[in-house]
Each structure stands twice: as structure tokens, then as C-alpha cells.
């Protein structure tokens, strides 16, 4: 009687209805001598499932660019976007060797530089979100270097427009290790 009673239990667990009121009825007490002694069938209580959280839902975890109050880009450098009030415009993201392997090739005197070509990119790419269509002047300061382990943010500015319409742009960028300092790499 227990083998059976084990395996109706293990039927329901498993998801298969089974109507208990035959099974149950048919159990005797413990001295087997009173067959007819049948233990009734009674609803369990639900006060005990009623379950009432009192925790507040923490909010959702901002994990992209929108979430964090900025604008998406889809470039290979520049990840976030933010319009100023003052009408200039920050392009932000993040490069490493890890995220970039490519440029691992493009070493002088064993440090790994960005190209030129792209720093010129990053300007125009800013200069374009700001509507403008051309980069007049781009002066080269400091080559952008990348360390062989983390990485390097950048930040593009684009600066609001003069009287003539002509904007400034820079761009700069620094280590992600504590106390770092913005280097400056192309002004115009």
C-alpha cells in the first residue's frame, strides 16, 4: 500500500492528475483492523500560499547608452552620444586592444598607435552628428597610443556654433586607470 501510495505521489509531482479520493479511502488505520475507517478529504488551508511582498522592485539596470540618458551611435569607437545644452555635441566611447585587436598591427617604435586617418575620422564623424559637412582645419597633437592591457576612453567635442557657423571640434582621450589626465590629439 505505501509502494503504491509513493508512486501515485510521484505521478502527481510529475504532473499527471490523480484522483485521490479512491486511494486515500482505501487506507486503513494503523492496526489494519478497521477497514472502514476512512480519514476524510480536507481542502489544505491557503493563508499559508497567500504571499504579500513588502520590498520595493528594484529599478531595471541601465546596461545601454539610452538607458543612461545618452544617444546610441554605431561607429567602431564611438559607442554614446550627448547633445549640450549649448548646442555642441560629446561623441564618448571606448578603445583596447581587446575591443580592437587590428590595431595591434599599426606599432611604431614598439607602442601601438591609432592611426592618423582614423583620429581624422572620429573629428569628421562629430563634425557630421553636428550638421556640419566638412572639417576646414584639423591640427595633430599627441599621437593616440593604446596600453597593451585596458583600454583608453575618448570623448569628440563638437563646440556650439559661432556667428559664421563655424564650430570647433577636438579630440581627446585618456587612460582608465585612477587620477588619469586628458591628453589633447587633434584641435579644429
Known amino acids: 500500500l505505501r509502494q503504491v501510495l509513493t508512486s501515485l505521489a510521484q505521478l502527481h509531482v510529475n504532473g499527471v492528475t490523480v484522483d485521490w479520493k479512491p486511494a486515500l479511502g482505501a487506507v486503513a488505520t494503523d492496526d489494519s483492523t478497521a477497514a472502514d475507517s476512512r480519514a476524510p478529504m480536507l481542502d489544505l488551508p491557503t493563508y499559508a500560499f497567500q504571499r504579500q511582498r513588502y520590498w520595493l522592485d528594484a529599478p531595471p539596470a541601465a546596461t545601454d547608452a539610452t538607458g543612461l540618458g545618452l544617444e546610441a551611435l554605431e561607429h567602431s569607437f564611438l559607442g554614446a552620444a550627448v547633445p549640450l545644452a549649448d548646442q555642441g555635441h560629446v561623441l564618448t566611447g571606448r578603445i583596447s586592444l581587446e575591443t580592437h585587436p ?3 598591427d599599426h606599432r611604431v617604435l614598439g607602442s601601438v598607435l591609432v592611426p ?6 572620429l573629428a569628421l564623424t562629430a563634425a557630421n552628428r553636428a550638421g556640419c559637412e566638412a572639417i576646414q582645419e584639423l591640427t ?3 599621437p593616440l597610443s593604446l596600453p597593451e592591457r585596458g583600454g583608453v576612453q575618448l570623448q569628440v567635442v563638437v563646440g556650439e556654433a559661432g556667428q559664421d557657423g563655424v564650430r570647433s571640434v577636438y579630440v581627446q582621450s585618456r587612460l582608465e586607470v585612477a587620477d588619469a589626465v586628458w591628453v589633447r590629439h587633434a584641435t579644429g
Open 116 to 121: 592618423s586617418a582614423a583620429v581624422v575620422e
Open 102 to 104: 587590428w590595431l595591434a
Open 140 to 142: 595633430l597633437g599627441d
